[in-house]
Nanobody, 115 residues
């Protein structure tokens, strides 16, 4: 059973930065890809950024140039560096991992951007 545990969320002022971390219980090299998603109150969960096993990345238009996804395969970690945060970035952020047959999700971490 794969377990994903997110951390690093919190309250930050507009324009600030946060770094989210996702720790996987197994080797992330076994996943076809991993990603960060978010869900704001009353809204559907949406993709924020993804990274493939080979390291290719994709970003939602709303975060391009502000967020960076990265991974450390030796530590089985995936990160989301978030800069220039805006109030509209407020959401629960989830990490996921994709295999051929399954999508695994973490429990989420709250990010609140407010003055």
């Amino acid at each position: 059973q794969v377990q994903l545990v997110e951390s690093g969320g919190g309250l930050v002022q507009p324009g600030g930065s946060l770094r989210l971390s996702c720790a996987a219980s197994g080797s992330i090299l076994s996943f076809n890809g991993m990603g960060w998603y978010r869900q704001a109150p009353g809204k559907q969960r949406e993709v924020v950024a993804t990274i493939t096993r080979g390291g290719s990345t994709l970003y939602a238009d709303s975060v391009k140039g502000r967020f960076t996804i990265s991974k450390d395969s030796a530590k089985n970690m995936v990160y989301l560096q978030m800069n220039s945060l805006k109030p509209e970035d407020t959401a629960v952020y989830y990490c996921n991992a994709i295999t051929i047959s399954t999508i695994h999700w973490g429990q989420g971490t709250q990010v609140t951007v407010s003055s």
